[in-house]
């Protein structure tokens, strides 16, 4: 048991720090609020898949039992 835990630690804080790049994220796409253009939209769109395939690849296997 004492193996697993540095491992799940690890999980935890690669976990933690996605979510904490998540929240910059969100914040640096709500400070485009009123100057946001179409190009500029359509840029964030196409990463924002980018990301949803990404997850979707990392949790395949999450995402079925969910």
Known sequence: ??????????????????????????????????????DGYKALRARLGHLMDALYRVGGSLSKST
């Open 1 to 38: 048991m004492e193996k697993e835990m540095p491992h799940k630690c690890h999980q935890r804080n690669l976990t933690d720090a996605a979510l904490n790049k998540l929240e910059e994220a969100i914040k640096a796409v709500e400070s485009c609020d009123g100057a946001l253009t179409p």
